[in-house]
């Protein structure tokens, strides 16, 4: 777990003021000696042309000592959204906003609270509108449980092999992967690491070995 300082607790705080500023009709509940404060108000979703839409009931819930590194847990309390794996949203109301290899890698890197709203917190939302309208997300989604993660290798770090994805996983986890000039890349092809699949690798080198034991379980079992 990343080490947190008092830094850190300062850049709540003051991340917290900048999205208030920004964003005058939430409030902020600061808890003292717990682990989480909330940020709470409506969020209203509008269309391109600034035209209003609808409005949900939120709460923000902010890890007070983790903070930066730590995704924001977000309910919604105005029950709009039906409580089902197929709006991405569990009973309690905690919002899926991402896959979670995307969400952990964020929270490596550190957030930054307006910027997280603006690109992950608004967009879920406004998403959400769009299906409860036209019976489909505008931008499309991820599938269900494994399949979602098969799609994720796919479309976002564009590995479909199986197999490949296997020796991928164990390479990372042994530490056994190739320089950045070594060639044949881990692929096979006779490409310098670094031209190939090096992003890729560098993405899941990026997730907890928890993350990437369970993804190689996941892969070894439809192989």
Not at 75 to 98: A, F, N, V
Not at 107 to 126: H, L, M, R, T
């Amino acid at each position: 777990m990343k080490k947190i300082s008092t830094r850190t607790n300062r850049q709540l705080k003051k991340d917290v003021k900048s999205f208030l500023e920004i964003y005058p009709g939430y409030s902020y509940y600061k808890k003292y000696g717990e682990k989480y404060s909330v940020i709470k108000g409506e969020i209203d979703v509008c269309d391109t042309m600034g035209n209003y839409l609808d409005s949900f009931n939120i709460e923000i819930y902010l890890d007070n000592d983790r903070y930066p590194y730590f995704i924001p847990i977000v309910k919604e309390r105005s029950t709009k959204i039906k409580r089902h794996e197929d709006w991405h949203i569990d009973k309690d109301g905690i919002c899926c906003l991402d896959i979670e290899h995307e969400l952990e890698y964020k929270a490596k890197k550190g957030i930054e609270f307006v910027d997280f709203y603006q690109n992950s917190i608004y967009p879920f939302f406004a998403n959400t509108v769009y299906k409860m309208n036209f019976g489909k997300y505008s931008n499309g989604e991820y599938r269900h449980f494994f399949k979602g993660v098969q799609q994720f290798y796919s479309e976002k770090l564009l590995l479909e092999n199986k197999h490949l994805i296997i020796g991928i996983l164990n390479a990372i986890l042994i530490n056994a992967l190739p320089g950045r000039n070594d060639r044949p890349c881990i692929c096979g092809l006779d490409k310098k690491f670094k031209r190939c699949h090096l992003k890729c690798v560098e993405f899941l080198k990026s997730l907890s070995k928890e993350r990437l034991l369970k993804d190689l379980a996941g892969f070894e079992e439809i192989c």
